[in-house]
């Protein structure tokens, strides 16, 4: 898909300003993290699945656009049970569809909690109990259709999908 169509697709589900999501792909291609536009801008390259999981991560744990490699690296390798957030965040969006309930983003301490098939994981840090912190709810249902669009799904199919995982929580 190509990067600019992956950048509307994140704007328009997690309702984020499109200037900062393309701010932050600017950032991860200085990095050498996803693909670089080379030759005329008219043709933005396509991004490989692992290249589309890293901007996902970079925006969904988004700390400042100064630490945004620090976060990918810190994010993608938080890991439950041994197995790191990066490669489950890449079964969500590219495997079968999964009933995502919610996705916290936490950065102090670094940690992700989330409910995917009525299976809670946290990833990282758990939450400190009687200190507050800062975290980002990423709803499940934004979730859902991003994998679904990033599937080749419709946005209408998309919404469909999600409207069917609701009736079957609601069972």
Known sequence: MRKSAVQELLARRLR???GRIQAISERLASAGLISNAEGSRRYPPDLSEPEVVTLVI???ADNGLG???????????????GIAFGHVLHRVLYGRPVDISHVIVRHNPAGVSAVIDGNHAV??????EKAATTAR????????????????QHP???DALVELIKIRRSL
Do not use: M
């Open 123 to 128: 990833y990282g840090a758990e939450a400190p």
């Open 156 to 158: 209408q199919q998309a």
């Open 16 to 18: 984020i300003a499109p």
């Open 67 to 81: 630490n945004v490699k620090a976060t990918v690296d810190t994010f993608s390798s938080l890991a439950s049970e």
């Open 58 to 60: 970079a925006v969904i």
């Open 137 to 152: 709810i990423i709803p499940g249902d934004a979730l859902i259709a991003i994998a679904a669009e990033l599937q080749g």
